[in-house]
T-cell receptor, first 111, second 114 residues
Framework: RKEVEQDPGPFNVPEGATVAFNCTYS??????FFWYRQDCRKEPKLLMS???SGNEDGRFTAQLNRASQYISLLIRDSKLSDSATYLC????????????FGAGTQVVVTP | GAGVSQSPSNKVTEKGKDVELRCDPI?????LYWYRQRLGQGLEFLIY????????KSGLPSDRFSAERTGESVSTLTIQRTQQEDSAVYLC????????????FGPGTRLTVL
């Protein structure tokens, strides 16, 4: 079983709509969580950290559910520029805090 | 401030040749990471440096791959006797020290082995 699993999508979203997707992780002792976005043929870029109480950054809301071992990302009022692959990242608790990357969820926002 | 830089941005080589890829981390970032991403695939961890030591080399796919780092600065990833399956984008990232710090990626080197 992979350490971090994501629905690959694509999630096709009309412009202005809301989209949400989850990421599950297998290591119950995971400590830190992030969402990155990756545009086609570009490097991953940090979107936001995910805090235990949940957090918001503009139109983006991240939630953590430790009991069920998943994190979620919600995008409100989707823009065409939100089209990208969203990578879930979980920090394992081995000696140096290795980041485990999910394979990504593709979001396509359509006019 | 300046982000992570990598060079070259593109490299085309013939099978069997050696290549060197370079990464300049963000100033002050003592941790440095190399990843590989094949077309349409996820990130594959290769190696982690803390300073100039490499506590985790577990992702290097074969002994044809090696990496070194000078102090807390530049790192080079060397692939000897390249094979076609080495074709991928090689991404470097850096972070401040400490567990669970976000990593910041460079633009990558796109390697094509003919």
């Amino acid at each position: 079983r992979k350490e971090v699993e994501q629905d690959p999508g694509p999630f096709n979203v009309p412009e202005g709509a809301t989209v949400a997707f989850n990421c599950t992780y297998s290591n119950s002792a995971s400590q830190s969580f992030f969402w990155y976005r990756q545009d086609c043929r570009k490097e991953p870029k940090l979107l936001m950290s995910v805090y235990s109480s949940g957090n918001e950054d503009g139109r983006f809301t991240a939630q953590l559910n430790r009991a069920s071992q998943y994190i979620s990302l919600l995008i409100r009022d989707s823009k065409l520029s939100d089209s990208a692959t969203y990578l879930c990242v979980v920090v394992t608790t081995d000696s140096w805090g290795k980041l485990q990357f999910g394979a990504g969820t593709q979001v396509v926002v359509t006019p | 401030g300046a982000g992570v830089s990598q060079s070259p941005s593109n490299k085309v080589t013939e099978k069997g040749k050696d290549v060197e890829l370079r990464c300049d981390p963000i100033s002050g970032h003592t941790a440095l990471y190399w990843y590989r991403q094949r077309l349409g695939q996820g990130l594959e961890f290769l190696i982690y440096f803390q300073g100039n030591s490499a506590p985790d080399k577990s992702g290097l796919p074969s002994d044809r791959f090696s990496a070194e780092r000078t102090g807390e600065s530049v790192s080079t990833l060397t692939i000897q006797r390249t094979q076609q399956e080495d074709s991928a984008v090689y991404l470097c990232a850096s972070s401040t020290p400490g567990t669970g710090r976000a990593q910041y990626f460079g633009p990558g080197t796109r390697l094509t082995v003919l």
